[in-house]
Nanobody, 117 residues
Framework: QVQLVESGGGLVQPGGSLRLSCAAS????????MGWYRQAPGKERELVAG???????NYGDSVKGRFTFSRDNSKNTVYLQMDSLKSEDTAVYYC???????????WGQGTHVTVSS
């Protein structure tokens, strides 16, 4: 069983920054995709950023130019640097990983991000 542990959420003012971390219980190389999703109240879960099978990094349209996805293979951890935060970025942010073998999808418990003055 894979565990994904997120951290770094919190309350921040508009225009501020936060950095989310997601630590996996096994090597990132065992995943064919890994990234961040978010779900705001009353809305569907949406992709924020992540890497896909070919290694490319994809971003949701609403965060391009403001958020940066990165990974540290040695720590089995992926990050989401969020800059120029807006109130509409308020959501629960989830880490997701899809295993190479079997295509099993794993989710973290979520971390809350609130952007408010």
């Amino acid at each position: 069983q894979v565990q994904l542990v997120e951290s770094g959420g919190g309350l921040v003012q508009p225009g501020g920054s936060l950095r989310l971390s997601c630590a996996a219980s096994r090597t990132i190389y065992s995943f064919r995709a890994m990234g961040w999703y978010r779900q705001a109240p009353g809305k569907e879960r949406e992709l924020v950023a992540g890497f896909s099978r070919d290694g490319s990094i994809n971003y949701g349209d609403s965060v391009k130019g403001r958020f940066t996805f990165s990974r540290d293979n040695s720590k089995n951890t992926v990050y989401l640097q969020m800059d120029s935060l807006k109130s509409e970025d308020t959501a629960v942010y989830y880490c997701n990983a899809i295993a190479v073998i079997g295509g099993v999808s794993y989710w973290g418990q979520g971390t809350h991000v609130t952007v408010s003055s």
